[in-house]
């Protein structure tokens, strides 16, 4: 099986623009959850879809939202970026009762 | 959510076999533990999880007593690749509602 896939795996934007990531889960996985690493925080939880239907938000500002398709694929935007939204950008996918499994990120550099 | 606790950083040589102790006093009676290894700007890799005793699997150990407040990853012969952070999360198997709760994690140096 394919594993967690996500594009594009590096972005430059300016502070005040917007970003769309994109995630592809395993296939058979109808869970993708989001998360953001930084140096100062850590991994911290953004979202988790299932399912079409965010399930679970994590403290993050409304700037940042998401949503998935019917077919799994997941998507997540930021808009306003600012310099502190840098980072690199983790998509998971998973089956209920079993783990996660990451992508290998999306890093973002907002200038 | 049980928070967990684990060493900030670890040092060793290749060859040894190396053991990352974590504890999470506070877990609940459905929670499993799991951990990840994430090499930098990467996304974390799966490598093991257990609910109690020994779990084992081709690439680590996974040692949990019975009162299961701590547990134990051990990797044999480490290699210099095995270099990367090591992160210890206990939770239902999907993680509660959807979400992992990460800590900092123990960053584990091998050196030649």
């Known amino acids: 099986k394919a594993g967690v896939t996500q594009t594009p795996r590096y972005l430059i934007k300016t502070r005040g623009q917007q970003v769309t990531l994109s995630c592809s889960p395993i296939s058979g996985h109808r869970s993708v959850s989001w998360y953001q690493q930084t140096p100062g925080q850590g991994l911290q939880f953004l979202f988790e879809y299932f399912s079409e239907t965010q399930r679970n938000k994590g403290n993050f500002p409304g700037r940042f939202s998401g949503r998935q398709f019917s077919n799994s694929r997941s998507e997540m935007n930021v808009s306003t970026l600012e310099l502190g939204d840098s980072a690199l950008y983790l998509c998971?996918?998973?089956?209920?009762?079993?783990?996660?499994?990451f992508g290998p990120g999306t890093r973002l550099l907002v200038l | 959510l049980a928070k967990t606790t684990q060493p900030i950083s670890m040092d060793s040589y290749e060859g040894q076999e190396v053991n990352i102790t974590c504890s999470h006093n506070?877990?609940?009676?459905?929670?499993?533990i799991t951990w990840y290894q994430q090499f930098p700007s990467q996304g974390p890799r799966f490598i093991i999880q257990g609910y109690k005793t020994k779990v084992t699997n081709e690439v680590a150990s996974l040692f949990i007593p019975a009162d299961r407040k701590s547990s134990t990853l051990s990797l044999p012969r480490v290699s210099l690749s095995d270099t990367a952070v090591y992160y210890c999360?206990?939770?239902?198997?999907?993680?509660?509602?959807?979400?992992?709760?990460f800590g900092k994690g123990t960053k584990l140096s091998v050196k030649p």
């Open positions: 506070n877990i609940a009676t459905n929670d499993y």
């Open positions: 998971a996918s998973g089956q209920q009762g079993e783990t996660q499994y």
């Open positions: 999360l206990v939770g239902d198997t999907w993680g509660s509602q959807g979400n992992l709760i």
